[in-house]
């Protein structure tokens, strides 16, 4: 089977030990996670992890299998990039004398559709949301100047097709 990118979704109850238990699951495998992320979702008091792995649809299955059997988990998902709408975000921060002197890290700016967040003396920081190879054009486009620091999130998505997420909670609150 040929690798590609898979996000996985899942909603659990936010429980101390998840994390690494789901991190123990890939580990065990030897498959990278590329991307987390993990915050509250649609649904009142269920969180949602967002994991990005480059691997087969094969190995994808059975870590998705395996996730499932955490007792905290309610339900995983996963999906092909093409599945998916998603952001991920960046902020760089460069020396402020660079914004004057240098009239290329202006015509970045603009062409990255960056954000100045903030300017100081010292400083100024950009922040940067798209996708993973908009934000690395980016980073190699402001590389030859001096990146003093660069920070990048982790995968945030929604699927196209409808998440059956909210049924399945209803049908387990009902029960």
Do not use: C
């Not at 902020?91 to 603009?110: C, G, M, T, V, Y």
């Not at 402001?142 to 059956?164: E, H, N, W």
Request: net charge negative; glycine share 4%; aromatic share 10%.
């Amino acid at each position: 089977m040929e690798k590609q990118w898979y996000t996985i979704s899942v909603y659990s109850e936010n429980h101390v030990g998840l994390l690494n238990r789901i991190s123990g699951i890939f580990l065990k495998r030897h498959i990278n996670i590329e991307s987390l992320n993990v915050s509250k979702s649609e649904i009142e008091g269920v969180s949602k992890f967002t994991i990005v792995v480059f691997t087969t649809e094969d190995w994808t299955r059975k870590i998705v299998g395996q996730i499932e059997k955490q007792i905290e988990v309610i339900k995983a998902y996963y999906h092909t990039d093409d599945e998916t709408i998603y952001q991920e975000s960046a902020l760089f921060k460069i020396a402020s004398h660079l914004l004057f002197d240098e009239r290329q890290i202006q015509n970045i700016i603009k062409e990255s559709n960056a954000q100045i967040v903030t300017v100081n003396r010292e400083f100024f920081a950009l922040a940067k949301t798209g996708r993973r190879h908009e934000i690395d054009e980016m980073h190699d486009a402001l590389l030859p100047y001096g990146i003093m620091q660069f920070v990048r999130s982790g995968r945030i998505t929604v699927t196209k097709a409808a998440m059956p997420i909210s049924e399945i909670l209803q049908e387990f609150q009902e029960n």
